[in-house]
């Protein structure tokens, strides 16, 4: 008999390319159907056909205090019977920008957008804008969104000027963009001491979660910190994944690195679309209204999605509420690990707050080139073991997971016996 799933993703097929809004849900990687979910509560999804999941994507993040949290629901309630949208300002929104400027503080002046492929797009505009350069540099394996110039791959080495990764993005557009390999910091003071006063910004995202997780070198945050300072570059944190995720003031609070700007996404809007850019005073500054560097948005600042994410932000700011993220999701990778290590499987799992990595190789991997090298063929069947016991995994070897705030000592006991009998099966 054909599940209630099977039918939506055939049907979705038909009219949606791949049958999804996004590629990585389409589960190419992993193979099998993508689950279409109909209802969420804390921990917990139930798809079409009423199976339950424990959920530790999230949303990609977003989620941290898990699906349909009362307080969140409430508000996004209120805010809705208010209008919708005003397409004008509201006290809405000096709330979220004195919040992120007290919570952030590098975060000087901040512009509300409504996604992180649109924070880090206007963040490089406005880099640019304010260097007059037009060169920038992002890191293998880094995701920034889909905005063309960050839609480049590796060069194969140092001064290797980008290709798209990417049909339909113009090899002039991509040009401008270098790619480096991350956490290698000669590489960067190599790349500096050549075109270093021709470079814009760099761009990183300071953990790396989308080629899996990836932790960055305390010595390359401090060389990367020196070298923009040096060159009048401006240093942008992409701190979409990892702000408000990792610790209460993002990565760089975490690290003790301040970046001259900072994008912002998933949990600052709780669930709802939105993304925020902002950063130094004199550099938010060539932004229009001001400035010549022009950048808008219909929807952007919208009330009904930054009340819920302002109500996000206050419940965050909990005592202890990073500490017992941090603590839980330790709980899991520490679980993980005993199970593999039953099985004598070649595993291994980190965390930096509520964010965390399984690798299928014998140690944590620190650069892209490392990540190629775990067993992705492994990963394909303890995912899919995993997601027949209930526990929903990203779809992919190469994509970090989260916990929220929702896990209880029981999710985690229940994905850990799952996890046994998976590497039991490998
Ligand atoms: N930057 C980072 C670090 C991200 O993880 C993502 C999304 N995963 C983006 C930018 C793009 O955000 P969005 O999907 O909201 O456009």
């Not at 919040?99 to 952030?104: D, M």
Request: glycine share 12%; aromatic share 8%; charged share 15%.
């Amino acid at each position: 008999m054909t599940s209630r799933n099977q039918q939506l993703f055939e049907q979705s097929q038909k009219l949606i390319p791949g049958g999804v809004n996004s590629p990585v849900r389409a589960f190419r990687s992993v193979g099998g159907t993508p689950i279409f979910f109909k209802k969420g509560m804390g921990s917990r999804l139930w798809d079409a056909d009423g199976k339950e999941y424990i959920d530790y994507i999230n949303s990609w993040g977003p989620m941290i205090l898990g699906h349909a949290h009362p307080e969140v629901v409430a508000a996004v309630q209120q805010a809705a019977a208010n209008s919708l949208s005003f397409g004008a300002p509201t006290g809405l929104e000096l709330e979220m920008a004195e919040l992120l400027n007290k919570l952030v503080p590098s975060m000087e002046q901040v512009r509300l957008v409504s996604s992180g492929t649109e924070a880090t797009m206007s963040a490089i505009r406005v880099a640019r804008g304010f260097t007059k350069r037009n060169k920038i540099i992002k890191f293998e394996g880094c995701y920034h969104g889909h905005a063309d110039a960050l839609l480049v791959k590796a060069g194969s080495g140092l001064l290797t000027f980008g290709e798209p990764s990417s049909a339909g993005v113009p090899a002039e557009v991509a040009a401008h963009t270098l790619t480096l390999d991350y956490n290698n910091s000669q590489m960067l003071k190599d790349t500096f001491a050549s075109i270093g006063d021709e470079i814009a910004c760099v761009i990183l995202e300071p953990v790396v979660g989308n080629m899996n997780l990836i932790v960055p070198h305390q010595e390359f945050l401090q060389t990367l910190r020196s070298l923009c300072t040096q060159h009048g570059t401006v240093l942008i944190f992409d701190e979409v994944m990892t702000g408000f995720r990792v610790a209460l003031g993002g990565a760089q609070a975490l690290y003790g690195i301040t970046p001259d700007m900072t994008t912002l996404g998933k949990v600052i809007g709780g669930g709802l679309p939105v993304g925020a850019f902002g950063g130094r005073k004199d550099i938010m500054g060539v932004l229009a209204p001001l400035g010549a560097v022009y950048q808008a948005g219909t929807l952007s600042g919208n009330p009904v999605a930054v009340s819920a994410g302002l109500t996000t932000l206050k419940l965050v700011q909990a005592p202890d509420f990073y500490e017992k993220l941090t603590a839980q999701t330790t709980k899991l990778m520490d679980g993980l690990k005993g199970a593999a290590h039953k099985s004598g499987i070649a595993f291994n799992a980190q965390s930096v707050g509520g964010m965390f990595g399984l690798y299928f190789s014998q140690n944590s991997p620190t650069s892209y080139a490392e990540m190629m090298q775990t067993d992705k063929t492994a990963f394909n069947s303890f995912f899919h073991s995993m997601l027949n016991s209930g526990i929903y995994l990203g779809p992919s070897a190469f994509e970090a997971g989260f916990v929220s705030a929702a896990h209880t000592d029981a999710d985690i006991a229940e994905t850990v016996a799952a996890a046994e009998k998976a590497f039991a099966a490998l």
